[in-house]
């Protein structure tokens, strides 16, 4: 999961992802328009499958790349597991001042 907040904490990277979401892309298609060198974009394009967040396909000399939302998912779960143990914790927290100015007041 650290490879998959990592591969997302780049702005660029999260721009890959959200054209690759629409489907498959050659790697000129996906980086276009985004101002990046092509030796930036290969580096995007490797921590981005190292996170397993995009697969790659040869075509000959073309580099199509697919997206697997499936590291996504995982870090959906791990922070809706945060969120309910935080809501949890917050709300007891809340119980308890109120509780305090009630005594207080």
């Known amino acids: 999961m650290d490879k998959t907040f990592f591969a997302l904490s780049h702005p660029t990277r999260r721009a890959l992802l959200e054209r690759l979401a629409g489907g498959d ?6 980086a276009d328009g985004l101002g990046d060198s092509p030796s ?19 075509e000959g000399r ?13 870090a959906l779960g791990w922070l ?12 007891a927290l809340a119980d308890y001042l109120d509780g305090q100015d009630r005594r207080d007041g």
Do not use: C, M, Y
């Open 62 to 74: 073309t580099h199509r790349l697919r997206f697997n939302a499936g590291p996504i998912d995982e």
């Open 80 to 91: 809706g597991r945060q969120r309910a143990f935080w809501d949890g914790r917050l709300d």
């Open 40 to 58: 930036q974009i290969t580096k995007h394009v490797r921590i981005l499958e190292s996170a397993g967040l995009v697969a790659r396909r040869r």
């Open 25 to 30: 892309l050659t790697i000129g298609e996906a």
